[in-house]
């Protein structure tokens, strides 16, 4: 995956490593952690030893399934010693491969029952390696496709298991961990797109998360090309600390011009920050570009955190204290600290226009037609798609 060719370890590095294991897994006890977790997953340095895809060693690190797993249990028994006997160790093991020539669910089960009976508390279940030749956390994934090998394990080991990837609401949390096929699951991505998820699964808020769309757009295709986790759903993701919305204690008045989606949004936001906010609205009805199954919520939201709405309110003008507007043949005045215009879309087809005439075929798609949704640029994509 990173395009480097890895060389054999001699003895000495791999006593070296392990003795690190410790001292890592020791620092975050001192942290504060309540568990390490020992990773020998997904391809990287452990799994490598595991493997036989990639352990070609013919030393006692190499060779049989009890020599390959030598490394991974000196781990075990290095952060034991360092961590003491009450402190919780998982380990995350990919229970099968998915590599051709690799270890599958029969050797899984074999690696996390030597794990057992190491001494490691937790294991936490996984499938496949970067490298693996199918798709493992990408959208194509089903949620909780991977479950089963949670169930594999399950059936081999007394120590609780964890089972992950694409579990990403308590709905089907629960479902697991009901069933019995898991103890745990494991959340990644769901908790960059909302970590207070747990929180509201909690108190019963469920239709306040905000899940993770598997898009891997802000997450790990930022992290594999050297960049902090940013996230497509939760605009705060990698912003925390500058980011918190916390009510004010001098609430401004916000007067956002524009009730479609857009503006809905920017109120909700101002709301929940505390601020007073009048939605301003020329048409008779708000949200109107939101679709029909979606609409009602937003609209609830808007009036759980009681944005005042105006509608059938044409702007006038804006000054220095407010906005003047026009509504039912009469101006109408609303005090504002601030306003925000949030009053549609105009197409940008520039390109179009000038490439008019100059080339044998021109298509125009998506919102440099007309401002839309995703939707209809996606199917005004697909049909040139097919013409040309
Ligand atoms: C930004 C990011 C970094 C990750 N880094 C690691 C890692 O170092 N080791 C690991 O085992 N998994 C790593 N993962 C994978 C997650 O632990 C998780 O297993 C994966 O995202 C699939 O589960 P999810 O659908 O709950 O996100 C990472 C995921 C993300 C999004
Ligand atoms: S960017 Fe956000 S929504 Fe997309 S996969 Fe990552 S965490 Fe999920």
Known sequence: MTGETPRELTIE??????????????????????????????????????????NKRTDMYGGPLE??????????????????????????????????????VKEGKKIVQALENAGVNVINSYAGWHESPRPLITMHVSRGEFVYLAEEVKKVVKIPVIAAIRINNPFLAEEIIASG?????????????????PKKALEGKVEDIRPCIACNQGCLDRVFTGLSVECCVNAAAGREAEAKIEPTSKPKKVVVVGGGG???GVAEFLAQKGKNVTIVEMLEKLARDVGIT?????????RQKNVKIVTKAKLKKIVENGVIVAKNGEEEFFEADSVVIAV???????????????IPELYTVGDCVEPRKALEAIHEGFGVALKI
């Open 181 to 197: 096929k898991a103890d745990f699951v494991c959340m990644g991505r769901p908790l960059i797109a909302d970590p207070e998820l």
């Open 294 to 302: 979606t609409r009602w919520i937003v609209l609830l939201r808007l």
């Open 262 to 264: 857009v503006g809905c």
């Open 344 to 358: 549609g879309f105009k197409p940008n087809n520039q390109l179009a226009q000038q490439l008019e005439g100059k």
């Open 13 to 54: 590095e791999i006593k070296d490593l392990e003795e690190k294991y410790g001292e890592a897994a020791l620092r975050a006890k001192k942290a504060g952690f309540d568990m390490v977790e020992i990773l020998a997953s997904t391809g990287y340095l452990v799994s490598e030893f595991l493997s036989p895809v990639t």
């Open 67 to 104: 020599n390959r797993m030598r490394f991974l249990l000196e781990i075990v028994e290095t952060v034991r010693k360092k961590v003491g006997s009450d402190f919780p160790i998982s380990c995350r093991v990919s229970i099968d491969e998915l590599m051709e020539g690799g270890n599958t």
